[in-house]
T-cell receptor
């Protein structure tokens, strides 16, 4: 069954801790994206990758890092430098990154600060 | 930077009433996409509009792309409780078409 899998569904971070959110897709899509959603808000782009071993900053990249070592995987690390990390994190993919079309989203990870 | 605004922010209707959300971009868009996010869920793609003045229908949903390609609307006829959720429009960033800028969203609540 093709799709995007995000894990964990819920994650808690202690102050000063780095945490990594997983995103895996088996759709054979070239492009992958990370969005942050705050309660009652729209989606803001953190990082995106159009091809393996390459990625670009989005609108709110500070305090986050990513890697794209495999086509199917695009993990997001929320570092201790991100002072307000509590949010719903959504991973998405699309067939091509050249001119982004339909995005397929994972079911999201809710990150909270202890 | 590019901004995409939606109005209203929230609307509460009774089942059977119509609903419309409007999307306005600060820049001309090559295309506009619409997504629906159910409460507690993730956004799901509904449709993409590409041509100036384009109108597309999906059952009770009618999507329109403005002549200047800077605005769009989604109209739902005779709402049902299954229409509950937040509707987002999204358009390619003017700097690079490789990323989408999402609108602020309109949350629809439908009651019997």
């Amino acid at each position: 069954d093709g799709g995007i899998t995000q894990s964990p569904k819920y994650l808690f971070r202690k102050e000063g801790q780095n945490v990594t959110l997983s995103c895996e897709q088996n759709l054979n899509h070239d492009a992958m994206y990370w969005y942050r959603q705050d309660p009652g808000q729209g989606l803001r782009l953190i990082y995106y990758s159009q091809i393996v071993n390459d990625f670009q900053k989005g609108d709110i990249a500070e305090g986050y890092s990513v890697s794209r070592e495999k086509k199917e995987s695009f993990p997001l690390t929320v570092t201790s430098a991100q002072k307000n990390p509590t949010a719903f994190y959504l991973c998405a993919s699309s067939t091509t990154g050249g001119s982004v079309e339909k995005l397929f989203f994972g079911s999201g990870t809710q990150l909270s600060v202890l | 930077g590019q901004q995409v605004m939606q109005i209203p922010q929230y609307q509460h209707v009774q089942e059977g009433e119509d609903f419309t959300t409007y999307c306005n971009s600060s820049t001309t868009l090559s295309n506009i996409q619409w997504y629906k996010q159910r409460p507690g869920g993730h956004p799901v793609f509904l449709i993409q509009l590409v041509k100036s003045g384009e109108v597309k229908k999906q059952k009770r949903l009618t999507f329109q792309f403005g002549e200047a390609k800077k605005n769009s609307s989604l109209h739902i006829t005779a709402t049902q409780t299954t229409d509950v959720g937040t509707y987002f429009c999204a358009g390619p960033d003017t700097g690079t078409a490789s990323k989408l800028t999402f609108g602020t969203g309109t949350r629809l609540q439908v009651t019997l």
